[in-house]
C-alpha cells in the first residue's frame, strides 16, 4: 500500500496498528517519489528445537520398502584396510 506523507502524518497511529495487523508493508511517499517504508516486526521469540524444520523434506521414492545393498561389513570387501590395525604391536587382543 502507497500513501503520501501528508496523510501518513494525519493518519499516523491507525496506520501503524494496520500494518501490524495485516503485516503488508506501507510505503511513504513525497511527491510521488517512495521515501520511507513501514513494515510489521518478524516474530522474535525464538522457536522450540522440536518441529523447528517442520515442512522442509521432501520424500522421494518408498521409504519402506528399501532394496537391500549389503553393506562392506557384511560382505568383507573392506577387510584388507584393518588388517594393519591388527598386526600393530599397539593392538591389544
Given at each position: 500500500m502507497n500513501i503520501n506523507a501528508a496523510e501518513f502524518k494525519a493518519?499516523?497511529?491507525?496506520?501503524?496498528?494496520?500494518v501490524a495487523?495485516?503485516?503488508?508493508?506501507l510505503v511513504i511517499?513525497?511527491?510521488?517519489?517512495?521515501?520511507?517504508?513501514?513494515?510489521?516486526i518478524e516474530d522474535?521469540?525464538?522457536?522450540?528445537?522440536?518441529?523447528y524444520m517442520k515442512g522442509t523434506v521432501t520424500i522421494h521414492g518408498d521409504i519402506i520398502d528399501v532394496p537391500?545393498?549389503?553393506w562392506a561389513a557384511e560382505t568383507?570387501?573392506?577387510?584388507?584396510l584393518y588388517v594393519p590395525l591388527?598386526?600393530?604391536p599397539?593392538?591389544?587382543p
Amino acid at each position: 500500500m502507497n500513501i503520501n506523507a501528508a496523510e501518513f502524518k494525519a493518519k499516523c497511529l491507525k496506520l501503524i496498528d494496520e500494518v501490524a495487523a495485516t503485516h503488508e508493508p506501507l510505503v511513504i511517499t513525497k511527491r510521488g517519489k517512495p521515501v520511507a517504508r513501514v513494515v510489521p516486526i518478524e516474530d522474535e521469540q525464538p522457536r522450540g528445537l522440536f518441529g523447528y524444520m517442520k515442512g522442509t523434506v521432501t520424500i522421494h521414492g518408498d521409504i519402506i520398502d528399501v532394496p537391500h545393498e549389503p553393506w562392506a561389513a557384511e560382505t568383507g570387501e573392506e577387510d584388507d584396510l584393518y588388517v594393519p590395525l591388527l598386526t600393530s604391536p599397539s593392538a591389544k587382543p
